[in-house]
């Protein structure tokens, strides 16, 4: 069975500070990745995504991942970050022999610091 | 509608006592996901269909949850004689279609939060 580890659980930054989020995965076929992100007292909502092509991957906000195969990983990033991406950050992979369920890691939980 | 929408958003129950949470999908969206969240971690696939029937349902935990979708719209997760464990955020999402999830965005609800006293 897949698993996805997200090793920070804690975040906390100031403003304009860069931020790195990792995301590892334990498939070794192929994948589609995705990041959500939870603000406070909302749902989850898509941040961005990647299933083929170029492995750096942009999205809203001006977030951005980067698939290495090589090393099961897909780190966000944000070269500045704003008091409003304060949030809860979900790595999710969808595994070709998995029909179309999605694996999410244990989430990160970023404060950022006006 | 809007989005995917999910009643009650708050359901506290006493352990040994039937509950049924409702989901109501994008309008259009044939997919239909269901996961559970307990807290401190991310969702967990609990089961998906693709119109009427369930095409996964391998995450379903044990037979007292079940869930239907009788006319490809809405759908009902049903869990019997709950117990304190099952207390947690439960999820639903909805796709466009069919195909691997990588082309069709899983769109996901508010969620309801069931409490098992």
């Known amino acids: 069975a897949q698993s996805v580890s997200q090793h920070n659980h804690h975040v906390i930054l100031s403003e304009a500070a860069s931020l790195e989020l990792g995301c590892n995965y334990s498939y070794g076929g192929t994948v589609n990745l995705f990041w959500y992100v939870q603000y406070p007292g909302q749902h989850l909502q898509l941040l961005l995504k990647y299933f083929s092509g170029d492995p750096l991957v942009k999205g809203i906000k001006g977030f951005e991942a980067e698939f290495i195969k090589s090393k099961f990983s897909f780190n966000l990033r944000k070269p500045s970050v704003q008091w409003s991406d304060t949030a809860e950050y979900f790595c999710?992979?969808?595994?070709?022999?998995?029909?179309?369920?999605?694996?999410f890691g244990g989430g990160t939980r970023l404060m950022v610091k006006p | 509608g809007a989005g995917v929408s999910q009643t009650p958003s708050n359901k506290v129950t006493e352990k040994g006592k039937y509950v049924e949470l409702r989901c109501d999908p994008i309008?259009?969206?044939?997919?239909l996901y269901w996961y559970r969240q307990s807290l401190g971690q991310g969702p967990e696939f609990l089961i998906y269909f693709q119109g009427t029937g369930a095409a996964d349902d391998s995450g379903l935990p044990n037979d007292r949850f079940f869930a239907v979708r009788p006319e490809g719209s809405v759908s009902t997760l049903k869990i019997q004689r709950t117990e304190r464990g099952d207390s947690a955020v439960y999820l639903c999402a909805s796709s466009p279609g069919r195909g691997r999830v990588g082309v069709n965005e899983q769109f996901f609800g508010p969620g309801t939060r069931l409490t098992v006293l």
């Open positions: 309008s259009g969206h044939t997919a």
């Open positions: 999710a992979v969808n595994a070709d022999n998995a029909g179309n369920m999605l694996t």
